[in-house]
């Protein structure tokens, strides 16, 4: 079974899978936190040269921002081949943060394989599982499941969110990877979740409601009251972490409604 570590280190939740015989580490964060990443492996017990994998859920700059400079240590990135198309669709956006010192990704470096050929690349590093095509959030994203039941997602929307996205590529590629059994999920910006004890995740505290838009409304309108934080959990019985993210996309983005802020829920911190 593989041993899977959570690199703290940013607004992006990257995670390094570590087989029998090496290890992947799945997403990178921003251009400009590669110091911040090193300082995060070495609290983590890891070293970035003994990585020998990167690979990236979907290629939008929080995901992909530094690849190439984890890759010049020493791993290989390796995509999926309907992912080519998409490799420097962020570098635009990335080149305009000066502060940031950008490197793009080198084409030449890359490893490409197809959906049939990842379980045989997984099983170098000694991990057992494969890839996925999961076109939600983006047409290039793909989620990772292994065979002992852990999922990774990138950026597809939440579960807790499913409701929200009926009839739309969002719920197929969640049917899809239901459909393995999964029995914990892990996903780009929201915590992880056991789905077998709680399907919906922890977001939603102890009452796990149907309507995920009354619980938001319920929350904001205790925002306008000026209610701490404590008192939102107790009235509301959503969980601390679901509160606090509400209130912050409330707050920040006034006039936005139900559906920005879960949309926005996913992406927090950028």
Same mark, same amino acid.
């Given at each position: 079974?593989?041993?899977?570590?959570?690199?703290?280190?940013?607004?992006?939740?990257?995670?390094?899978?570590?087989?029998?015989?090496?290890?992947?580490?799945? /997403?990178? *964060?921003?251009?400009?936190?590669?110091?911040?990443?090193? $300082?995060?492996?070495?609290?983590?017990?890891?070293?970035?040269?003994?990585?020998?994998?990167?690979?990236?859920?979907?290629?939008? &700059? +929080? $995901? =992909?921002?530094?690849?190439?400079?984890?890759? /010049? =240590? !020493?791993?290989?990135?390796?995509? %999926?081949?309907?992912?080519?198309?998409?490799?420097?669709?962020? /570098?635009?956006?990335?080149?305009?943060?000066?502060?940031? +010192?950008?490197?793009?990704?080198?084409?030449?470096?890359?490893?490409?394989?197809?959906?049939?050929?990842? @379980?045989?690349?997984?099983?170098?590093?000694?991990?057992?599982?494969?890839?996925? $095509?999961?076109?939600?959030?983006?047409?290039?994203?793909?989620?990772?499941?292994?065979?002992?039941?852990?999922?990774?997602?990138?950026?597809?929307?939440?579960?807790?969110?499913?409701?929200?996205?009926?009839?739309?590529?969002?719920?197929?590629?969640?049917?899809? #990877?239901?459909?393995?059994?999964?029995?914990?999920?892990?996903?780009?910006?929201? $915590?992880?979740?056991? #789905?077998?004890?709680?399907?919906?995740?922890?977001? #939603?505290?102890?009452? %796990?409601?149907?309507?995920?838009? %009354?619980?938001?409304?319920?929350?904001?309108?205790?925002?306008?009251? !000026?209610? &701490?934080?404590?008192?939102?959990?107790?009235?509301? *019985?959503?969980?601390?972490?679901?509160?606090?993210?509400?209130?912050? =996309?409330?707050?920040?983005?006034?006039?936005?409604?139900?559906?920005?802020?879960?949309? @926005?829920?996913?992406?927090?911190?950028?």
């Amino acid at each position: 079974m593989a041993l899977i570590k959570e690199i703290k280190y940013g607004t992006t939740n990257t995670y390094l899978i570590k087989g029998s015989k090496g290890s992947i580490l799945w /997403d990178t *964060g921003w251009a400009g936190t590669l110091k911040a990443f090193c $300082h995060a492996m070495g609290e983590a017990g890891e070293k970035v040269q003994d990585v020998d994998y990167i690979l990236i859920s979907h290629f939008h &700059p +929080d $995901h =992909m921002g530094i690849a190439q400079e984890i890759a /010049d =240590m !020493g791993p290989v990135i390796c995509a %999926a081949d309907f992912q080519k198309d998409f490799i420097h669709s962020s /570098d635009r956006v990335l080149a305009k943060d000066k502060k940031a +010192d950008f490197i793009p990704i080198k084409d030449e470096s890359i490893r490409y394989f197809s959906l049939e050929e990842s @379980r045989a690349l997984l099983e170098e590093a000694g991990i057992e599982g494969r890839i996925l $095509h999961t076109p939600g959030h983006s047409d290039d994203s793909m989620s990772l499941i292994l065979d002992s039941g852990e999922l990774f997602v990138g950026d597809l929307n939440p579960l807790y969110e499913l409701e929200l996205h009926k009839g739309s590529l969002i719920e197929k590629s969640w049917k899809e #990877l239901l459909s393995l059994n999964p029995r914990k999920v892990y996903y780009g910006h929201a $915590h992880s979740a056991d #789905l077998r004890s709680n399907p919906l995740g922890r977001l #939603l505290g102890k009452t %796990a409601p149907d309507d995920i838009y %009354a619980l938001v409304k319920k929350i904001t309108r205790c925002v306008d009251k !000026g209610m &701490p934080k404590d008192t939102i959990v107790k009235k509301t *019985g959503a969980d601390p972490v679901f509160v606090e993210d509400v209130t912050r =996309m409330y707050v920040t983005h006034p006039g936005v409604s139900v559906q920005g802020i879960l949309d @926005r829920i996913e992406i927090k911190g950028k």
